[in-house]
């Protein structure tokens, strides 16, 4: 009997490291001699750096670079694999950078998210993967690009430095000056959204007001954007909003696919694939995932559904323990979990799930094998 252990985190609790132990002790409990493995995962979003990283013994490479306001502030990215860095845009352009008085998507900058591009860049790393969500920004990936070498002028040839104002300033674009290494690298976006830029589906007023947008500002924004795409469409012959996921991360998502020729890719599918997930599948009997708690939105490019989807093709059975299931979580059935198990097994207040995690977690990483050993006994 093989067992592989691929869980996401439960957030604030247990580490998808520490899952795992769990599960490796719970399982040679009930099936003694068995066989484990155990990958840490996440789907693009916190963490991500340091599931890639744990699972295949990379490093952190630490730098100061300039915050969503242009503070200077620490920061990092993952090195691996000798030719591959992961990088996640939050750790230096991330919302919870900016303090929520401050907050005003005209005068944030992804510029520090392109300096972590550039740094990977110079030390030689052509295999870059990104993680975009959680931005505090809507300028476009203005900043990210100019920090790359790309100059936005406005109407009178001065440069701009890349903010969410700029938007509505912008009236040339050079890419000469674009960073040397940015041609003979591969860069994959983790992204689960498929906005276009522009419109009422777009970067702007779909999460514009979450990063401290008026309806006044958002307004302003949106005919900044539209500017910057048409001009986009002018000058490198590119129509963004026939991009999905351009309007990803206040337009982040349209600057890697038109300056870096990036690949958009869902973000559980990218990690899996950075940490050969098919090929620990090999000889797997059953596969255990998990979140801190499943509903209808586990099914759309979350840890548990990305696991299922591979397993599902493959003829091997997957049950979840998560620490609580939420409206429709059964739909994750139709994309490859065959059950799921919850840690809570009485009526408490979440503050007493919280401090007794681990405590649960075995008790239900014991019952989920114990019902496993006994169907297969049945007849």
Not at 36 to 58: H, Q, R, W, Y
Not at 63 to 75: A, D, I, N
Not at 127 to 142: C, F, L, P, Q, R
Request: charged letters at 25%.
């Amino acid at each position: 009997m093989k067992f592989l252990f691929a869980s996401d985190s439960f957030k604030g609790t247990l580490s998808s490291e520490r899952i795992t132990a769990l599960l490796e002790e719970s399982a040679g409990r009930i099936f003694p001699g068995c066989e484990t493995a155990g990958v840490p995962v996440a789907d693009g979003g916190e963490g991500t750096i340091d599931a890639v990283i744990s699972a295949l013994n990379g490093t952190y490479r630490r730098l100061t670079v300039h915050g969503p306001l242009m503070e200077e502030c620490e920061s990092f990215y993952g090195e691996f694999e000798g030719d591959s860095a992961i990088i996640e845009m939050a750790a230096a352009s991330g919302l919870p950078m900016v303090p929520a008085e401050k907050r005003n998507p005209l005068n944030t900058t992804t510029y520090g998210t392109g300096e972590l591009i550039r740094d990977a860049l110079d030390r030689g790393y052509r295999k870059i993967s990104i993680a975009i969500g959680g931005s505090a920004t809507n300028d476009g990936g203005m900043g990210a690009m100019r920090a790359l070498g790309v100059k936005f002028l406005d109407d009178r040839g001065n440069e701009l430095e890349g903010k969410g104002e700029d938007l509505t300033k912008v009236a040339d674009i050079v890419v000469s000056g674009l960073h040397h290494g940015v041609a003979q690298a591969r860069f994959t976006v983790m992204c689960d959204v498929t906005n276009p830029l522009t419109g009422p589906d777009g970067a702007t007023y779909t999460f514009g007001k979450q990063k401290g947008g008026t309806p006044e500002i958002l307004d302003i924004m949106e005919g900044g954007m539209i500017r910057y795409a048409a001009l986009i469409k002018e000058k490198l012959g590119v129509d963004v909003d026939k991009i999905p996921g351009s309007g990803a991360a206040g337009g982040l998502g349209a600057a890697f696919c038109v300056f870096l020729k990036a690949n958009l890719k869902s973000g559980i599918d990218t990690v899996l694939d950075l940490v050969h997930f098919n090929e620990l599948l090999e000889g797997v009997d059953l596969v255990v995932t998990g979140e801190g708690r499943m509903d209808w939105q586990s099914a759309f490019g979350k840890v548990p559904s990305g696991i299922g989807q591979r397993c599902k093709e493959r003829g091997i059975p997957v049950v979840a323990i998560v620490g609580g299931m939420g409206h429709k979580a059964e739909t994750i059935f139709d994309h490859g979990v065959d059950s799921i198990m919850t840690t809570i097994n009485g009526a408490m207040e979440l503050e007493e799930a919280l401090d007794r995690s681990e405590e649960l977690y075995v008790s239900a990483a014991d019952r989920m094998f114990r019902m496993l050993k006994a169907g297969m006994s049945l007849r």
